[in-house]
Nanobody, 124 residues
Framework: QVQLLESGGGLVQTGGSMSLSCTAV????????LGWFRQAPGKEREFVAS????????YYANLVRGRFTATRDNVKNTAYLQMTRLVPEDSAVYFC?????????????????WGQGTQVTVSS
């Protein structure tokens, strides 16, 4: 597993923007994709977005496509999730995740490394 450290999160108003970061403590070996899941109280953890190992492809859940952008900087070993036009339904704990030799997946069980999670709250 790769240790992932998240930053960002907090409180934002409806319609606002927020950015999350996820840094691998040590450079991952191989083709290591990075992604984001979120989990609201009483709900299952759900896929949000991911970016493949070299940043050439990014993937999104239907609910966030067009509003969220996942990118990465392999020099900094960091992935980013830029969130715009936020709505209260986006409120959740957001988890960074990573996996080697995985292009992307909607299933949390396919991902092998996880960050500690960061709270995002969108007020109405």
């Amino acid at each position: 597993q790769v240790q992932l450290l998240e930053s960002g999160g907090g409180l934002v108003q409806t319609g606002g923007s927020m950015s999350l970061s996820c840094t691998a403590v040590r450079p991952p070996a191989g083709h290591f994709s990075l992604g984001w899941f979120r989990q609201a109280p009483g709900k299952e953890r759900e896929f949000v977005a991911s970016v493949n190992w070299n940043g050439s492809h990014d993937y999104y859940a239907n609910l966030v496509r067009g509003r969220f952008t996942a990118t990465r900087d392999n020099v900094k070993n960091t992935a980013y999730l830029q969130m715009t036009r936020l709505v209260p339904e986006d409120s959740a704990v957001y988890f960074c995740t990573g996996a080697e030799s995985l292009e992307s997946s909607d299933f949390a069980s396919d991902w092998t490394s996880w960050g500690q999670g960061t709270q995002v709250t969108v007020s109405s």
